[in-house]
């Protein structure tokens, strides 16, 4: 259910920016406003992104060879 509910409200979010745009009128293309620059916090974040992500999944993995189930064995 979480993930539907995620979906959902990023799809609203997605609809409700372009109210503007009608079907046939004019295109989404046209209505965007160009804005120089970007592509240096895109990549700041997306290197943000990609670190914790790698800090979660080593979290996760120390969290379950701690864990009481695991053994010497599961471990190698």
Request: proline residues 7%; negative net charge.
């Amino acid at each position: 259910m979480g993930f539907i509910c995620t979906e959902a409200g990023w799809v609203v979010t997605e609809v409700g920016r372009q109210p503007w745009i009608i079907q046939g009128v004019m295109r989404t293309a046209e209505a965007v406003t160009p804005m120089p620059g970007l592509v240096v916090p895109f990549l700041v974040f997306t290197a943000l992104y990609a670190g914790l992500g790698v800090v979660v999944a080593w979290l996760l993995y120390q969290q379950v060879l701690r864990s009481p189930g695991a053994t010497e064995e599961d471990a190698a």
